[in-house]
């Protein structure tokens, strides 16, 4: 039989493992017997796990909730899962960071060395929140691929999908090679994991899905890390996701004033620049993919404006304003050509 604290962190495990437990088969698994199981269970009320006990022929236990938080027991995967989610937490700017990074702290100080290890691996920069959207599952196995591989800087060759695969048989596209690249950072983008690498075929820094990427091992050498464009991570993957050159700015960029005042305006604008001119009157200094994307996002403002600039944006606003000039009156947009991008 196991001594009695070894035998109170196993019938925790258990009770933890499933919603209800028969007071005989926990005997049976614990090897003891059903007058210990209650000994036991009265030991762990007494630390503050609220255990639930039902009587009859079918009675048993249950871990209830309490008003207390008591000592946990996490399993291999459930403990890297939750260093994980606590890394992660740490830059969400969702005003929990101190305590996150506090509790990371903890869990790992209580980690064995083989678990603290692999969470030491796994460095993950949030660069943006999470979008409120579905986005593919990514392997777990494939992260701590990943994840290891930018730690120990080594060269890492994957097969990867940069679209989902369509036809089948004979017109079914060839399989592309497989890619060889210096990982450099492992980062979430709008609810998504990407690869930050620099790519050696190409010769050129790359973002890759990670939920497109299936590693092959073994890896590749080691490999003297790059600069990354614009200095830090964050700069880049903002930079390539906005479609810009590496300064971290949107492609299209205008500059409008609205008849509102700035504390009406600023709430809605997330990266853009707002400054009062007066009670009922601010300057807005805003960036988007496209001028005509940039058009409607000023346009979702109740409110008459005035556009300051560039030209491009008063030609999307023009082009706008025929488009929603037909649709209220049912009659076809002119064919126009658009002008060359700036």
């Known amino acids: 039989m196991q001594k009695t604290s070894a035998r109170l962190l196993s019938l925790l495990s258990l009770l933890q493992a499933r919603r209800d437990w028969p007071g005989a088969l926990l005997a049976e698994r ?20 609220p255990i639930v006990a039902s009587k009859g ?42 305590a996150a990074a506090r509790a990371l702290t903890t869990v790992r100080q209580v980690m064995p060395a083989r678990l603290r290890h692999r969470i030491e691996t796994l460095q993950v920069t949030a660069v943006e929140r999470p979008a409120n959207r579905p986005n593919p599952q990514v392997d777990g196995s494939v992260l701590m691929t990943l994840s290891a591989a930018v730690h120990a800087r080594d060269v890492l060759r994957f097969d990867y999908t940069p ?17 060889r690249v210096q990982p450099h950072h492992l980062v979430t983008w709008g609810g998504r994991w990407y690869l930050v690498a620099w790519d050696l075929d190409r010769e050129d ?8 990427i299936t590693p092959r091992t073994p890896t590749g050498p ?17 930079s390539r996701f906005h479609g810009s050159d590496g300064s971290g700015d949107w ?18 604008i997330r990266d853009g620049v707002v400054e009062e001119l007066g009670p009922d009157r601010c300057r807005l200094v805003l960036g988007s993919w496209s001028w005509p994307g940039l058009a409607a996002t000023v346009g979702k403002f109740d409110a008459d404006f005035e556009v300051i600039g560039p030209t491009e944006l008063k030609d999307a606003f023009a082009q706008l304003a025929r488009r ?5 009156t049912g009659s076809p947009t002119p064919l126009t050509t658009p002008a060359p991008d700036a």
């Not at 679209?163 to 890619?179: E, F, I, L, S, V």
């Open 57 to 98: 022929p079918d009675g048993g236990y249950r871990l209830g909730a309490g008003t207390e938080l008591p000592p946990l027991l996490f399993d291999d995967d459930q403990a890297v899962a939750l260093a994980v989610a606590l890394q992660t937490a740490t830059t969400t700017g969702a005003g929990i960071e101190e």
């Open 30 to 49: 614990l090897d003891i017997s059903p007058r210990t199981v209650r000994r036991d269970v009265d030991r762990l009320r007494e630390l503050g796990y």
């Open 163 to 179: 679209t989902p695969p369509q036809g089948t048989g004979d017109d079914a596209p060839a399989a592309p090679p497989p890619r």
């Open 222 to 238: 080691r490999f003297t890390p790059r600069d990354l464009p614009g200095g830090d991570v964050a700069t880049f993957v903002t």
């Open 205 to 212: 820094w790359r973002t890759f899905r990670a939920d497109r």
């Open 251 to 268: 492609p299209c960029r205008g500059e409008v004033i609205l008849h509102l005042p700035a504390t009406a305006v600023s709430p809605y």
């Open 324 to 328: 929603c000039t037909s649709a209220a």
